[in-house]
Every structure is written in C-alpha cells, then in structure tokens.
C-alpha cells in the first residue's frame, strides 16, 4: 500500500510525481514488514511512480530497461505489452498496479496515468491528466484534502514551489495511513530538464546511483563512472550526501511553508469572526504572509539550485540554508561549539570537488 501523486503546474509549467516510501508486506494476520523502498523511478527519459504489487511494478521496469530516450507513449506501450504475460508466471494473478508517469510529449511537460492490468470493470487503459491524480491507500487522506483546498481555494499550483510545498502537505496528511509514511520520493519534468530526490533513508542499488546522478547533474553514464573511478567510489557517496541534505532544506523551508498558510488561514477566518479584535488578527496575517514569502525565496533558492544541474551551486545554497539555521540558534542563546563559518560539509572534500568537472561539464 502506497500513496502516489501526480500534478501540472499551471501555464504548461512543470509535472511533478511523488510518492511515499513504504512497503508493508500482509499476512492474514495482518501487516507484519513495514520497511522503505525506491518507488519512484527514471527510465529511458521518463519518470514513474507506481502503487499496487511490487514485482510486477519491477517487471513493468524491466521491459524498459534498454530505452535509452523514448517517449511516454512508447514506453507505456511496451509496458503494456509486457503486463500481458506477467500473469502467466506470477503466483497471485488477481494482483494489479497503477502507474503515474511523466516524461516530453511535442515538447511539453505531460502527465499520464495508467492501469496496465484494468480495474474492477475497465480493461488495461492509459490516460493523459491535466491537472491532478492520486493513487494507493493514501487517497484515504489526501482525497478528502484535496476536495477540500479546491472547494476553498486553498490550492494553488500556480509555480514550481507551491507544487513542492504541495508534496510536503499532502505528503504529511497522507503519512496518518498505517500503511504509509512521510518519506517522500519526488520527480520533476520540465521543458528541458529531469530532477528526482529521494529521502535519505532510501536505499539505491548501483545502477539507481548513477541514475540518480545523471537525473540531477546533467550527467552522463559514462562520466559518472569515470568519475566514481577517480575517487575510488567517492563520488557516489558524496553526491548523495549533497542530495539528502537538500532534501532535508527543502523539507524544513516547505514545512514552515505550510504551517504559515495554516496560521494565514486561521488569522483571515477570526478577523471575521471576532470583529472587535479584527486589527490584531489583520497584523497578525500580514506578518504571516511576509514570513511565508520569506520562507518560499529560500525554497525558490534551493530548487532554483537543484534544477540547474550544478553541484556547486547546489552546495551553496545547502550552506546558505544551514547559516541561516545557525543564525537562528545563536538568536536564541543556542550553541553548538562551531559557528557557520566551521561547518564541513562531506560531499565538499577536495577529491569530490576535482570529481565534479567530468559530471556536469
């Protein structure tokens, strides 16, 4: 059981694909091995996130293992082709997926949706969406909150870093299923570039690694194994030091994100209710939306970073992000023993730094 989602941002801007990070395994005595797994992936120049049975997910991904840059339509097809004989050798037949993917169609960002196997009355079917799709147990949760925030126009997928703080927020709602976590696995697709980022605690075999590089610094596979070479495996374990603590500035800034637009909301519904005091929630909101813009541009910063490819620049905006962390537990009377000129970041070590050339050049 998983919780997936996929959304446009508005203005034939970016797609996004997330998806939470735990596999439960049941018995008929119930969920007994809960545990976080890759369920995002990139392959042959698209991205998908699935939820359902895990092996015939795996086995959708192995019909296309060998596409270098296809299309959406063309790797959904081969998918589809192969969901016709997964059934013959697997042991529960009645087991089914569902596949959000992203990838280029005429040169736009696209999103589909796709149910290799059919559900209940509907034959095997793939769809293209124009604004949004959920899927797994975590509709449960993030259903209702997303009826919700369109009844009261609470949503808005009008940039890049709402639909980020989106995938924090709904992420967050849909983690208070038993069956789901908070541990997001996030994708982008733009006009002319691919991003993922994975939670830190997910576990990437070799060849997801130099996936992971290639999605994010512009890479190529070949470069990225040059380089692994040149730092005797170095670089694989650097770069994904890079990648989780952007994950984690990016997590910290949209969760404050969020809880402003909680406070912003509360302050807008009392300054009706309570009349006499209307002044003070009035202040109180305008505050609120200051900070909250505050917080966006250091969002805006870090994926401005992240989508750029550059493994400097991203570095940069990490370090910015924890001196501003640093600042805020010294105005606070909070000391570490360091200040946030002696912070050292692993994946800055100078054999890294030689190792970036051939990545991103």
Same mark, same amino acid.
């Given at each position: 059981?998983?919780?997936?989602?996929?959304?446009?941002?508005? +203005?034939?801007g970016?797609?996004?694909?997330?998806?939470?990070s735990?596999a439960?395994a049941?018995?008929?005595r119930?969920?007994?091995?809960?545990?976080p797994?890759?369920k995002l992936?990139?392959?042959?120049?698209?991205?998908?996130?699935? @939820?359902?049975?895990?092996?015939?997910?795996?086995r959708?991904?192995e019909?296309v293992?060998?596409?270098?840059r296809?299309?959406?339509i063309? =790797?959904?097809?081969?998918?589809?082709?192969?969901?016709?004989?997964?059934?013959?050798?697997?042991?529960n037949?009645n087991?089914?997926?569902?596949?959000?993917?992203?990838?280029?169609e005429?040169?736009h960002?696209?999103?589909?949706?796709?149910?290799?196997?059919?559900?209940? +009355?509907?034959?095997?079917y793939?769809?293209?969406?124009?604004?949004?799709?959920?899927?797994?147990?975590?509709?449960?949760?993030?259903?209702?909150?997303?009826?919700?925030?369109l009844?009261?126009?609470?949503? @808005?997928?009008?940039?890049?870093?709402?639909?980020?703080?989106?995938?924090?927020?709904?992420?967050? %709602?849909?983690?208070?299923?038993?069956y789901v976590?908070?541990k997001l696995?996030?994708?982008i697709?733009?006009?002319?570039?691919? %991003?993922?980022?994975?939670?830190?605690m =997910?576990?990437?075999?070799?060849?997801?690694?130099?996936?992971?590089?290639v999605a994010?610094?512009?890479?190529?596979?070949?470069?990225?194994?040059?380089?692994?070479?040149?730092?005797?495996?170095?670089?694989?374990?650097?770069?994904?030091?890079?990648? +989780?603590?952007?994950?984690?500035?990016?997590?910290?800034?949209?969760?404050q994100?969020?809880?402003l @637009?909680?406070?912003?909301s509360?302050?807008?519904v009392?300054?009706?209710?309570?009349?006499?005091?209307?002044?003070?929630?009035e202040k109180?909101?305008?505050?609120?939306i200051?900070?909250?813009d505050?917080?966006?541009?250091?969002v805006?910063?870090l994926?401005?970073?992240?989508?750029?490819?550059?493994i400097?620049?991203?570095?940069?905006a990490?370090?910015? @992000?924890a001196?501003?962390?640093?600042?805020?537990?010294?105005r606070?009377g909070?000391?570490?023993?360091k200040?946030?000129e002696?912070?050292?970041?692993a994946?800055?070590?100078?054999?890294?730094?030689?190792?970036?050339?051939?990545?991103?050049?």
């Open positions: 059981m998983t919780n997936i989602m996929g959304f446009k941002i508005e +203005n034939d970016p797609v996004y694909l997330c998806s939470d735990q439960t049941i018995n008929d119930g969920p007994f091995d809960k545990r797994r890759q992936f990139y392959q042959g120049g698209v991205l998908f996130v699935g @939820s359902g049975d895990r092996e015939r997910i795996l959708l991904r019909a293992a060998d596409e270098k296809g299309s959406v063309q =790797i959904m097809e081969k998918m589809m082709k192969r969901a016709e004989s997964i059934d013959v050798d697997m042991e037949p087991e089914s997926a569902t596949l959000f993917l992203a990838g280029i005429d040169g960002p696209v999103l589909y949706d796709m149910s290799p196997w059919g559900e209940k +009355n509907l034959k095997p793939y769809k293209k969406v124009e604004f949004a799709v959920l899927g797994g147990s975590g509709t449960s949760k993030t259903g209702p909150a997303l009826e919700r925030d009844e009261l126009g609470g949503i @808005s997928l009008n940039d890049i870093i709402e639909g980020m703080t989106l995938c924090f927020s709904y992420g967050e %709602r849909a983690g208070r299923d038993m976590d908070d696995q996030i994708g697709v733009g006009n002319n570039f691919v %991003r993922t980022l994975y939670h830190p =997910i576990e990437l075999g070799k060849s997801d690694y130099h996936g992971y590089l994010n610094f512009n890479s190529e596979p070949g470069r990225v194994e040059e380089a692994e070479k040149i730092t005797h495996g170095k670089v694989l374990h650097d770069a994904r030091a890079c990648l +989780n603590d952007l994950y984690q500035a990016i997590y910290e800034n949209c969760v994100m969020n809880n @637009s909680a406070a912003i509360r302050c807008g009392m300054s009706v209710a309570d009349r006499k005091n209307r002044q003070k929630y109180s909101r305008g505050d609120a200051a900070e909250r505050k917080h966006k541009g250091y805006s910063e994926v401005d970073a992240w989508i750029s490819g550059d400097l620049r991203i570095d940069a990490i370090r910015s @992000s001196y501003r962390h640093f600042e805020s537990y010294e606070t909070m000391h570490f023993g200040s946030s002696q912070l050292s970041f994946f800055m070590k100078p054999e890294f730094v030689k190792a970036v050339p051939p990545i991103s050049s």
